[in-house]
């Protein structure tokens, strides 16, 4: 069983910077790959980023690649979400996800386990 628990969210100005954490109380979190999603009211649920277990692959939406980078501290079973140059269109709830394969990483059908999202506003 994988617990996952996102926080970092809030208001922030375009153009800011935010760091989502998503943390776990698993022992079998470093065997998990973790991925990021986001969800709007207008929205269906999207791939933002995800990161193998050894930190060796990293995967990034076409609309954050160069302005979001995603980490991983297995010592601290904790996943993170470095955003920069934020728009208002990266307005949504984010959620950190686990899944067991790197296959199919960037949809969310292979993911077993969810967190319950923190809110990100950006707005002027």
């Known amino acids: 069983q994988v617990q996952l628990v996102e926080s970092g969210g809030g208001l922030v100005q375009p153009g800011g910077s935010l760091r989502l954490s998503c943390a776990s109380s698993?022992?079998?979190?470093?065997?998990?790959?973790i991925g990021w999603f986001r969800q709007s009211p207008e929205k269906e649920r999207e791939f933002v980023a995800a990161?193998?277990?050894?930190?060796?692959?990293?995967y990034y939406a076409d609309s954050v690649k160069g302005r979001f980078t995603i980490s991983r501290d297995n010592a601290k079973n904790a996943v993170y979400l470095q955003m920069n140059s934020l728009k208002p269109e990266d307005t949504a709830v984010y959620s950190c996800?686990?899944?067991?394969?790197?296959?199919?990483?960037?949809?969310?059908?292979?993911?077993?386990?969810w967190g319950q999202g923190t809110q990100v506003t950006v707005s002027s």
């Open positions: 990161i193998s277990w050894s930190r060796r692959n990293t």
């Open positions: 996800a686990a899944s067991p394969t790197i296959v199919g990483i960037t949809t969310t059908g292979e993911y077993n386990y």
């Open positions: 698993g022992r079998t979190f470093s065997s998990y790959a």
